[in-house]
């Protein structure tokens, strides 16, 4: 497989909502897929970064909650694993009222890995005699393991995607953006069609994003007051902003991603955006 496919396999994929929180919800869902059995607790255990970027995210077809905990509270009861990023889209009104009972601190506890640095999930489920265990690891759907009584369940079973050492990144992290663009002469009419969905998907999420009175509205009233002007830094900010899920709390299909290599996307402000000859708009 060269290189640009497993970019794609591994980075470039459908997702509901904000990246951490539904991660947090298909590795429970992972989890209690293969534990088969009610579960009595939950315990969510994230990296510094998944914690932070998660806390405050709203969750879709939740009517307003917010959160990782939440999230994976939803995903083990829905069980769904084959779906994925979008496995929150089967969010029922009865499944929201189960997993709003379930979140108590004495069932569902959430826990900050600290010293851990790079992205890392584990939801742990358990009942009075048994517990399942599912760890994702270095991607938001690369499952490192998952556990169940003691026993490794890794062979077999579909819903576990082949695991892979994600060696693609330390190559990406010493080519030059010639060598990537160059990398797209590999690339097949399949990958042309998938990554071409994806765009249209996005710019549908940004249109969406523009009536929302947050981040893009603002942008566009900017324009009509005369503050900005209508070149290219004004393009890409519109259509970021726009689908931007950290901004507008509304979630939509989005395409994702590149892993923790798009974080500073999100920490722009309208307020120190636009730097011209050296004078802040």
């Known amino acids: 497989m060269n290189l640009y496919k497993q ?17 947090c919800a298909y590795a429970a869902s992972l989890a209690a897929f293969h534990f088969g ?22 969750i879709p077809h939740t009517h307003g909650a917010k959160g990782n905990l939440i999230a994976a509270i939803l995903g083990a009861i829905l069980k769904k694993p084959e779906d994925k990023l979008e496995i929150l889209n089967s969010v029922t009104p ?16 959430l ?18 005699n048994h517990y399942a265990l599912c760890v994702l690891s270095k991607s938001h759907t690369n499952v490192e393991k998952i556990e169940v009584d003691g026993k490794i369940v890794l062979a077999g079973n579909d819903q576990i995607p082949e695991k892979d050492t994600l060696t693609y990144r330390e190559i990406i992290k010493k080519s030059s953006l010639k060598d990537l663009l160059l990398l797209a002469e590999d690339l097949d009419q399949d990958d042309f069609d998938y990554l071409h969905q994806g765009i249209e998907m ?43 899920r950290r901004t507008n709390g509304r979630c939509c299909i989005t395409y994702h991603d590149f892993g923790r290599l798009r974080q500073s996307r999100h920490c722009d402000h309208p307020d120190t955006l636009y730097r011209r000859d050296g004078i802040e708009y």
């Open 111 to 128: 826990e900050c890995l600290e010293n851990t640095k790079d992205f890392r999930i584990e939801v742990t489920l358990q009942d009075d």
């Open 7 to 23: 970019i794609i396999l591994h980075e470039v994929f459908p997702a509901i909502g904000c990246t951490e929180p539904i991660s």
């Open 94 to 109: 009865e499944v929201l009222e189960e997993a709003i009972r379930f979140n108590h601190p004495e069932t569902a506890e």
């Open 37 to 58: 059995k009610p579960m009595k607790r939950l315990l969510l255990r994230v990296d510094p970064g998944t914690y932070k970027n998660g806390a405050a995210a709203t």
């Open 202 to 244: 996005n710019l549908r999420l940004s249109q969406r994003g523009k009536t929302i009175h947050l981040f893009a509205y603002e942008f566009q009233l900017m324009l009509q007051k005369g503050y900005i002007v209508k070149d290219l830094f004004f393009y890409y900010q519109g259509k970021r902003g726009g689908g931007s």
